[in-house]
């Protein structure tokens, strides 16, 4: 396995401009972020709000351009693209948002939505478009007879497939899952990952799987990299990092999460923020195993 | 249209009862419905609410403003919102002491200092002179808390209170409820649509499916042998297991409560569906020494139908 894509010292400052009140200020919201996916992989990016994994994930479409640092998807930096290679290197590139409510445009029919990609791109004539499209909603599990519909006439599960269509219309090798299932209800989300996988399985795909759920991440990534302020503080294989944490922060965020039996043993670790170095660089801990210790 | 239907429980002194259930479920109706805060049109249509041997359901706008606050208090999901952004944090805990304990000022200001003590803020003194804004998703939900405790309550309703906030904030949250619990003996009813919250925090839990309470029983019993088969598919479809295998999902998606199935409003869903599910919805039977289940499994008569396994249902 090669890497797909490699990201080094990804950096992303915000400038909130200087107020009547207040002077400007720089939030590094991405602190020299590195890491790499191989092909077929999910790798997952975890952390807890305003961490910078959402900033991440969308650095490296440029959805938000960064600040500097070099995204190489096959080999090629993204970053020095200008914007007609970008608009190119983005059909093999795509994103699933969070919400299924708000990211698709309310005034469209579900054809229009998974067929925009397509118009956008000129590709095929109409017949042939219409045709990928019911294609496209087949794969991800909707009736075609259903086109038609808007997207209040589905539910949050089928409004989520409806993204991945559109996603999937140009077909992509590698895909951003930004939180993919966590606005669905909880009987709902099996069925979306389960889509997911079978997806990967099916079209080859290569996940980035941004997630705050943790048990969800351990069952579908390979491997994951956890943030902290903006910075990866650990990474490694899914089954080693949840195993044996490392970091402060992981051991912190793992304790955590609530576990659905009522039997299991509960030790919460607290994050004492004196134990966090932050200048410490990530060294491997085992094999393909960092932490920033 | 009714959000909720034929909505039974109780909760007893010092005791957590969990509700569970997912996005119109009804399981904040049913808060709302408590407190007698559901908003017109909407209406209780019937039942009784008994608190403390009173039917609160029975209680004019006075007497009831009385028990709000002081009896029932209520934590709300969202600690953004559920704040004032134009008052001091310790002013919003004052008041509810000058309107249901007849405080003087200062008494209110030196007990809201007290009370952000009590929900672990570090520089109350300090801290109860900052508005909302100037404080963490985590320390806005101490804040509410130390408000819900304000008047020495006995029943603490905690709608959804960590769902907005990030997994280390929400076991943090979670602690100090359960600790306030005992310290106050207080009962708590805590909606949640995470079951792992619920495995955590509650002694007892009600799951609601379609505005019902389709199953009740101590935790315990729920996680290790659930009587529903929703209650049961909804716990199987958790990651969990072997890594990388695909999860048990549920299929199909919630029933709108306008277009509810005949029967069992489960029952399309459910793979033990049989005869009697499609026909009326199914009362409570026992399912358990403590535990009721709305689902003709448990019902007696019924024996002799095929009692199906408790393997997956479907995938979709």
């Known amino acids: 396995m090669s890497a797909l894509l490699e990201v080094s010292h990804l950096v992303k400052h915000f400038t909130r401009d200087a107020g009547l009140f207040r002077a400007g200020t720089r939030v590094t919201?991405?602190?020299?972020?590195?890491?790499?996916?191989?092909?077929?992989?999910?790798f997952g990016l975890v952390g807890e709000s305003g961490s910078g994994k959402t900033t991440t994930g969308r650095c490296l479409l440029r959805l938000i351009e960064p600040s500097s640092g070099e995204v190489r998807f096959r080999g090629e930096n993204v970053i020095d693209f200008p914007k007609r290679r970008l608009r190119d290197a983005r059909r093999d590139m795509q994103i699933v948002f969070q919400d299924p409510y708000s990211s698709l445009n309310p005034r469209m029919r579900a054809r229009a939505i998974v067929e925009e990609p397509l118009v956008i791109h000129k590709l095929g004539a109409r017949a042939e478009r219409d045709a990928r499209v019911a294609e496209l909603f087949r794969l991800v599990g909707l009736n075609p007879a259903h086109l038609d519909r808007y997207p209040h006439q589905f539910s949050g599960g089928q409004r989520q497939r409806i993204g991945l269509a559109r996603a999937l219309a140009l077909n992509p090798s590698f895909v951003i899952l930004d939180e993919p299932v966590s606005a669905l209800d909880v009987s709902v989300q099996?069925?979306?990952?389960?889509?997911?996988?079978?997806l990967q399985e099916q079209l080859r795909l290569t996940y980035l799987f941004i997630a705050h759920d943790l048990r969800l991440v351990e069952h579908v990534c390979s491997r994951v990299a956890v943030m902290f302020l903006g910075k990866i503080v650990e990474m490694g294989p899914t089954a080693s990092l949840f195993a044996a944490p490392q970091h402060p922060y992981t051991k912190a965020l793992l304790s955590a999460i609530p576990v659905p039996d009522p039997d299991a043993p509960r030790r919460r670790i607290l994050l004492d923020p004196a134990s966090v170095n932050r200048n410490a660089a990530l060294r491997e801990v085992a094999a393909g195993h960092f932490a920033a210790i | 249209m009714s959000a909720?239907?034929?909505?039974?429980?109780?909760?007893?002194?010092?005791?957590?009862?969990?509700?569970?259930?997912e996005s119109g479920s009804g399981k904040s109706v049913t808060a709302l419905s408590i407190m007698r805060l559901v908003q017109p049109p909407g209406r209780i249509a019937g039942g009784r609410l008994m608190f403390k041997g009173r039917d609160l359901l029975?209680?004019?706008?006075?007497?009831?403003?009385?028990?709000?606050?002081?009896?029932?208090?209520?934590?709300?999901?969202?600690?953004?919102?559920?704040?004032?952004?134009?008052?001091?944090?310790?002013?919003?805990?004052?008041?509810?002491?000058?309107?249901?304990?007849?405080?003087?000022?200062?008494?209110?200001?030196?007990?809201?200092?007290?009370?952000l003590r009590a929900v672990r803020i570090t520089d109350p003194d300090a801290r109860v002179r900052d508005y909302p804004h100037q404080l963490s998703g985590g320390m806005r939900q101490r804040v509410l808390i130390a408000m819900a405790l304000a008047c020495q309550p006995s029943l603490v309703i905690a709608d959804e209170p960590t769902t907005a906030l990030d997994v280390t904030i929400q076991a943090q949250i979670l602690d100090l409820l359960r600790e306030m619990k005992s310290a106050l003996n207080l009962s708590l009813l805590l909606i949640t649509h995470d079951l792992g919250v619920i495995a955590?925090?509650?002694?007892?839990?009600?799951?609601?499916?379609?505005?019902?309470?389709?199953?009740?029983?101590?935790?315990?019993?729920?996680?290790?042998?659930?009587?529903?088969?929703?209650?049961?598919?909804?716990?199987?479809?958790?990651?969990?297991?072997?890594p990388g295998q695909r999860l048990r999902a549920i299929v199909g998606s919630v029933p709108l409560l306008d277009d509810l199935p005949p029967g069992c409003a489960f029952n399309p869903r459910c793979p033990d569906r049989f005869d009697p599910c499609t026909t009326a919805p199914p009362p409570d039977y026992?399912?358990?020494?403590?535990?009721?289940?709305?689902?003709?499994?448990h019902d007696p008569a019924s024996r002799a139908a095929p009692r199906t396994t408790h393997s997956a249902p479907g995938t979709s």
Do not use: W
């Open chain 1, 29 to 42: 919201a991405v602190d020299d972020v590195s890491f790499a996916i191989d092909e077929g992989e999910t």
């Open chain 1, 190 to 198: 099996a069925q979306v990952v389960n889509l997911l996988m079978d």
């Open chain 2, 4 to 21: 909720v239907n034929d909505v039974s429980f109780e909760i007893h002194a010092g005791e957590t009862l969990g509700i569970v259930g």
């Open chain 2, 58 to 115: 029975t209680l004019d706008d006075r007497d009831m403003q009385r028990v709000r606050g002081a009896g029932i208090s209520l934590i709300f999901q969202e600690p953004a919102t559920a704040l004032n952004p134009v008052f001091r944090v310790g002013d919003q805990i004052a008041e509810t002491l000058l309107v249901h304990r007849r405080a003087t000022r200062r008494e209110a200001r030196t007990r809201a200092i007290e009370l």
């Open chain 2, 200 to 242: 955590e925090t509650a002694d007892r839990v009600a799951v609601m499916y379609a505005g019902r309470i389709v199953e009740t029983g101590p935790v315990r019993e729920i996680f290790r042998r659930p009587g529903h088969p929703y209650t049961r598919a909804l716990l199987a479809s958790m990651p969990g297991g072997q």
């Open chain 2, 286 to 297: 026992a399912a358990g020494p403590a535990q009721t289940a709305k689902c003709y499994l």
